[in-house]
């Protein structure tokens, strides 16, 4: 068996037969090419970043800086409280307000509007 998996070492062909046979895996060429591509498309991934803005900064002018916060608190609202300030990324907060676009907005003109100014926003945080 493998001693550390953080440390990955060089295997012989026999020795990765027996790792496979041990972990109950039948060497087969479907098998071999899905690990093989896993293995690749893993290496291939790079991390999500996500652009977080201050909550109070992504929010509609209808909609109060405390509604949004007692919805982030409560869950509602994906976002992250950092040194006590609230930050959320725009898809977050669009979601949020989608559920119940009549409310925030009055007519198409203000989403509109909200939509654009939302675009031009710069992050705080990249994460």
């Not at 293995?39 to 991390?47: G, I, L, M, Q």
């Not at 040194?83 to 979601?95: I, L, N, T, Y």
Request: net charge neutral; with cysteine.
């Amino acid at each position: 068996m493998i001693a550390d998996p953080d440390k990955p070492e060089e295997l012989s062909a026999d020795e990765v037969l027996a790792e496979l046979r041990a972990a109950g895996i039948p060497l087969t060429a479907g098998n071999l090419q899905a690990m093989i591509e896993a293995a690749r498309s893993a290496k291939t991934e790079a991390p999500h970043a996500v652009e977080m803005f201050v909550l109070k900064s992504v929010l509609p002018s209808s909609c109060s800086y405390e509604t949004a916060r007692r919805a982030a608190v409560s869950g509602a609202l994906r976002a992250t409280r950092i040194a006590g300030r609230w930050f959320c990324s725009r898809e977050d907060v669009q979601r949020w307000l989608a559920e119940k676009p009549a409310y925030w907005f009055t007519d198409e003109g203000a989403l509109l509007s909200w939509r654009a100014a939302l675009a031009k926003l710069k992050p705080k945080w990249i994460v």
